[in-house]
């Protein structure tokens, strides 16, 4: 096994403007570590964080998986999520939530499935109905996904913190459930 030391705090923080189109969107989400690392910002926003001893080091056992080096316990950066369980490629499920988020007049399976090329129908309108369920007051405020970090090109009204904005995307994610 290969360890790698986590990356100092700050260091895996997605930098940049926030993504104002899908051009944008797929530059930084295109890839397995850019997902990875944003979900990563999500969850430690300060840095890792140990949720069994609150220690700040860890090893990246596997690109989405942390060993606390101080009480050895393993937590992923997608637990908890609703993809933790996916065999989906992170950057299929992103590009489905910015899809999902981004519609004005409300996402339709027919429309997601181009987004996505998935083959299935019944996948797509599952997928649909996951993500539906996951969005926070649907047609109010926030709308777009990966939006921490953001600027005001997105439509996100710019009085909303960027831990307000973080709370949504983590949401979006499952998180902190669908209340
Ligand atoms: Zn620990």
Redesign the pocket.
């Known amino acids: 096994m290969h360890l790698t030391q986590v990356a100092p705090t700050g260091s895996m923080a997605p930098s940049g403007r926030l993504p104002a189109n899908l051009q944008q969107f797929e530059a930084r989400f295109s890839t397995e570590e850019g997902c990875r690392a944003y979900l990563f910002q999500l969850r430690w926003p300060e840095g890792f964080r ?6 700040g080091k ?1 090893w990246a056992v596997r690109a989405t998986l942390f060993q ?6 393993q937590t992923s950066v997608t637990a908890d999520t609703r993809f933790q369980d996916t065999r989906k490629p992170l950057s299929l499920w992103f590009r489905a939530m910015w899809y999902v988020t981004s519609q004005k007049n409300g996402a339709s399976a027919l429309g997601l499935q181009r987004v996505l090329g998935l083959g299935s129908y019944r996948t797509t309108w599952s997928w649909l109905h996951k993500l539906r369920r996951a969005m926070v007051r649907p047609g109010r405020g926030i709308r777009h996904f990966g939006s921490v970090g953001g600027n005001d090109r997105t439509g996100i009204p710019e009085q909303l913190s960027v831990a307000t904005r973080a709370k949504a995307d983590a949401r979006v994610l499952g998180y902190l459930g669908t209340a």
């Open positions: 140990c949720p069994h001893c609150g220690s860890a606390c080096s101080n009480c050895g316990s």
